[in-house]
């Protein structure tokens, strides 16, 4: 970072800044933080000579760790701190939905106190520390241009790395015989089990178009073309989503059969074919790439059944992939999603099942692993009632 201070902010500056004081002068940087989270109130400079319990009882009250010593001494304090958050001892219950709320307040203290360990970046994204890696083109992929000297969270900066490195490297589909490439954001097609489910579920007669609702990294559009759908439409309203389905597509030479829309959910028209993957869980998510995961008061899982009747074409199909592990955390009540089917007009046609194959299913020390155990994710086939 330059010695120079950045301009003061104003009432209509787009983006919040970070304050600290360095050799008796006050300075300010660009906050940037993806998950949206506030900056520190306090920040303190911090090198290597800091030991890693001064730091977390720092990082614990709040205080803001800004990084001068070796990039790689940073990551070991990281590593520290995560150590000593661990090793608190957490409230647990044997009431699953109580175990739940638990868990996601450990996880949102730990994250709260390693988001506290800051680093500098210089306007074109790189690093002035020691041993820093060049991470220029992981942030101009996740953030888009610099615009500045900034301050950014040494953990949120290691997930934009790791994010760059999957969309290099990409998932592989086995079906699709290729890999799809999530971008920063997007959630990552990684639980192929759904995956399985759409490849193997009986297609209905007419297989000339077929909606798929949040498209997300576009996988389930390319496979409803592989198998034959002579046109996808798959919609999003989140842009990065956007760009990495269309991205996707290309790369498997789909363009020709699908095209990925802007939209609210439904695009205009009807399909004989309407396939929908909301998020699995009915919890507020604390970060934008939660949005994947959790779904406030079943938003989008009631909005799609409450609106596929009148997008669906006579005698179609609507399949909906959702995992049961609501019910069993107790944040979805066992007669609560047919009760849905049963309000938006429609009819089960078929239920087909199965279990998870990610490593948390196994994992014993879990606290959720009593409901990971017994999770079972469905690919629901929905008609019209007549």
Not at 333 to 352: C, F, K, M, N, W
Request: glycine letters at 8%; proline letters at 8%.
């Amino acid at each position: 970072m330059s010695s120079t201070t950045p301009s003061p902010s104003t009432p209509e500056a787009p983006f919040p800044l970070v304050h600290w004081t360095e050799a008796e002068q006050n300075h300010s940087a660009r906050w940037r933080s993806e998950s949206s989270a506030p900056p520190p109130k306090r920040v303190v400079l911090a090198d290597d000579r800091m030991s890693a319990d001064m730091a977390y009882r720092l990082a614990s009250e709040g205080t803001g760790l800004l990084w001068r010593g070796d990039y790689q001494n940073a990551r070991h304090l990281l590593q520290a701190l995560a150590r000593r958050t661990d090793r608190k001892v957490r409230k647990t219950s044997s009431v699953p939905s109580e175990a739940f709320n638990l868990h996601r307040q450990a996880q949102a203290q730990r994250a709260r106190v390693l988001a506290m360990v800051l680093i500098p970046l210089d306007p074109d994204f790189g690093i002035p520390l020691r041993r820093a890696p060049d991470v220029r083109q992981a942030c101009l992929e996740a953030c888009g241009p610099a615009g500045g000297d900034s301050v950014v969270s040494l953990r949120e900066l290691l997930g934009l790395v790791g994010a760059h490195e999957w969309r290099k490297k990409g998932v592989e589909v086995p079906f699709l015989q290729g890999r799809v490439h999530p971008h920063y954001g997007v959630f990552s097609p990684v639980r192929g089990e759904y995956i399985d489910l759409i490849a193997q579920a009986p297609l209905p007669a007419d297989t000339s178009l077929a909606f798929d609702i949040g498209t997300g990294t576009g996988v389930i559009a390319a496979v409803l073309a592989r198998r034959g759908v002579a046109h996808v439409i798959g919609t999003d309203q989140d842009a990065r989503a956007l760009a990495c389905a269309r991205e996707n597509i290309e790369r498997l030479a789909l363009s020709r059969q699908v095209d990925i829309v802007q939209a609210d959910l439904f695009p205009e028209g009807r399909a004989p074919l309407i396939v929908c993957n909301p998020p699995w869980v009915p919890a507020r998510p604390s970060s934008p790439i939660e949005h994947a995961v959790y779904d406030p008061d079943s938003r989008m899982l009631l909005g799609f059944l409450n609106g596929l009747a009148a997008h669906l074409a006579p005698g179609g199909e609507g399949w909906l992939i959702l995992s049961d592990l609501a019910e069993h955390l107790g944040l979805r009540s066992p007669t609560a999603l047919q009760e849905a089917i049963d309000a938006a007009g429609l009819t089960v046609v078929d239920r087909l099942g199965i279990k998870p194959r990610h490593p948390k299913a196994g994992d014993d020390s879990d606290p959720l692993h009593q409901a990971r155990q017994a999770e079972l994710t469905s690919l629901w086939r929905l008609g019209v009632r007549h």
